[in-house]
């Protein structure tokens, strides 16, 4: 599925919970999705444009503001794209491109990476027990909640890796050299 169909597959999405002005389904995506998923506003006006040329999407206009809404075609549309087979997208991580190349820093340097890492991973878990929270207590659709609780718990998991990676390499890459037994000189 090319980037665009998941672009739209995001929008349709968003739109099939609720009616939302571009700028309320920005905050949403990125809100809601946003721990595996994002879109700039620079994809959502020009893909509201098409799917509503399409008829997957209608507006309505008060005050210069449009709210768009979800068409039967289009839930139609949202219900074929999500069955498709989703596209295997190509990891892009700062942090491991920095591991990788860490021959060039010092222990101190890499020390600082994985903090941060860390200190992000925590913030993550920290952030998911939240969201599990208002999905709990029926702040949100309760008609969704599980499915939502399907994607906090794959954060969750990924930031408990996370940590679990931060702690194998500072025991592998930070942690003193053994001692081979031999005295040196």
Known sequence: MARQSQT???VLGALSIQPMTGYELRQAITDVLGHFW???FGQIYPCL????????????????????????????ELTRRLRDEPERQQPRNATLLRVFFGA???????????????????EQLSTF?????????????????????A???????????????????????????????????
């Open 8 to 10: 739209d597959l995001a």
């Open 104 to 122: 060039s820093l010092d222990d101190n340097d890499l020390a600082a990476i994985l903090d941060r890492t860390e200190l992000q991973a925590r």
């Open 151 to 185: 994607t906090v718990s794959a954060g969750e998991h990924a930031a408990r890796a996370q940590l679990a990676w931060v702690n194998e390499t500072r025991a592998t890459i930070l942690a003193p050299p053994k001692s081979s037994g031999k005295d040196s000189p």
């Open 129 to 149: 027990a939240a969201a599990r929270e208002q999905i709990a207590n029926g702040e949100h659709h309760s008609v969704h909640g599980h499915y939502w609780l």
């Open 38 to 40: 994002h879109e700039s």
């Open 49 to 76: 444009a098409t799917l509503q040329q399409l008829g997957f999407v209608t507006s309505t206009s008060v005050d210069r503001s449009s709210t768009y809404r979800i068409t039967a075609a289009g839930r139609r």
